[in-house]
């Protein structure tokens, strides 16, 4: 083949050019005066230049109102929707309803002087702020954080403040008051009383009462007056027709559960773990259950320390979803397609993903198992199928006391209430014929019910012993509700603890026994609630291997890094959950050491000392065969201390025995080992009565240590244990 010249390539290419320029001859001559282009429009202006910029978004959606809530389980992000809409209700004011990790606030300063900031804050832990509120209240602690004015001032900023806690913990309302004094301090002025909610009483009682007299001081200062809004709905809810059914949600709780793809998972996506193994924890014939389960995380990429805490999701159980469709009047086209809408998602997002269907909303996104609460039924009032039970729930939405001693007592779900209402009989199956159908659109419940939230429990392993699996420890919630005029005693379960004795029954092929009503009369036998645990898809079930939905979240709930240092641990009943983790933890330690240093490696160690408290040593010991092996392993470090309540011996004068009492027959080594020893004390379980209590002890303890008082010296030593953070609580009410 003869060579090509490189004059040849030439003459090529400038006829390829040539024969271009001729086909695009209008294109490349067209005049090049520039075109005037329409200018981009302002992302600032309309509020979306910078997402973090709540002040901008106040101003393109006309907001008066901005709501901030510190929430960690979801009640104050509720309370905080609450709010938004009933300004909306009586004043015609729309809300910014805003989670604050997802805002700025050196712009707080901004707000216009028409507009009100609300702070509604949970209180969380040891007196600290929600995840979602730490950066919040970081800002407005921090008196060198500049706001946009240059300065740590807020003058003329007008706030309304409701806190959400518990009285049983000492840091009742730590942060809502923390949020209230900083704002004062700073310029800023309050409308009407602080707000202050308790859960341990009734969170709803306390909202209700506080909320009328903030609206009243509300409308005088903000210059607005009642009865410029209207009852408008928050969502529209349409019937799908057709939709692809593999788009539909049926349970799942995020997209990526739905398609069944990876991910990172979190409290938005929970991860559903195989349940390797469970047991129950109680001896035969125990009057209630304890269950054992753990789950396996291999392979999720989820890692966990020992003290951390492990969310489960449940589902509703079968009878209350029922309940209330037959209530609803969609038992039949309970699997019908819907789509919701949110008519304002600055006040009220969808709570869940949709397209869904009304039995999968029921069973699987809201909590229609809570106790039905006194405003939602003056809501639902105006829908009663008659006269007689429109009145019933009025008289329950007016009057206090009758609410409190028919439906708090009485434990009654709203379901239960409507038929009641109804004057229909809640022992019985619910189904269309023995229920009568109320005309409530279901956009109304999807408003008034909380989403369903994970219930989170002290992970009962250590990760050191157990890489691959989180353990869970869990007494089954089951009591008597008080009776009433409309119902005698009977059985209250818990949501989440009887799902998981559910998955036990089912994981290991046993029959759910039948249980006895009590009642006074022929008692009428039942079984437990049962529960759709297969999951939506049956996606919790694959090869006869049960899944549970989880998350994980992290705590401060530690053992110091030191082995030297003494540890004193106090948890009766399931409080020992996360002891069982921190023994494993040393246990594993104490292998490395061993194998390392030889049989010497544990002689500096500092003792290990736990306080555990149950009813009888034959029938709710926990992990009782366990605990001589771990003594063993630790070789004499560890000790432990057990008070039975219902059995011999007893005090004296006849009463029971508690661990704050065997933690005051220890006194001397457990002063000295605070005091001398630097040690570190842990506490785990109901903070109503043993917290406090062991905690007394302690200061009573120390005091008399010192030559002193319990209320003086004592207080004085706890004092500095709980700011060095060698007193460390994780309870629960």
Known sequence: MPAVSTQDIAVVTV????????LFRDQIFRSSSPKAVAPAPSKLANGHGNPRNFISKMKEGKKRIVIFYGSQTGTAEEYAIRLAKEAKTKFGLTSLVCDPEEYDFENLDQVPDDCCVFFVMATYGEGEPTDNAVQLMQNLEDESFEFSSGSHRLDGLKYVVFALGNKTYEHYNAIGRKVDSLLTNMGATRIGERGEGDDDKSMEEDYLEWKDAMWKAFSETMGVEEGQGGDTPDFAVTELDSHPFEKVYLGELSARALTRTKGIYDGKNPYPSAVKHSRELFQVGAERNCVHAELDIEGSGITYQHGDHVGVWPSNPDVEVDRMLCVLGLHGKKDAVINIDSLDPALAKVPFPVPTTYATVLRHYIDICAVAGRQMLGVLSKYAPSPEAEAFLKSLNTDKEEYSITVTNGCFKLGEVLQLAAGNDIKLRPTPDNTTAWAIPFDIIVSSIPRLQPRFYSISSSPKLYPNAIHLTAVVLKYESIPNRLSEPRFVYGVATNFLLNVKYAANGESAPFIAEPVTAEPAHASPPRYAI?????????????KIPIHLRRSTFRLPANPKIPVIMVGPGTGVAPFRGFVQERVALARRSLEKNGKDALADWGSITLFYGCRKSDEDFLYKEEWPQYMEELQGKFKMHCAFSREPPYKPDGS????????????QTIAQSILEGKAYVYICGDAKAMS?????????ILGEAKGGSAEVEGAAEMKILKERSRLLLDVWS
């Open 534 to 546: 297969e999951g939506p898809r049956g996606a919790h079930i694959e090869d006869n291997i049960y």
């Open 692 to 700: 406090r209590a062991v905690e007394d002890t302690l200061a009573r």
């Open 656 to 667: 029971k025995i508690y661990v704050q009492d065997l933690i005051w027959e220890q006194r």
């Open 15 to 22: 006829g390829v050019v040539l024969a271009a320029a001729y």
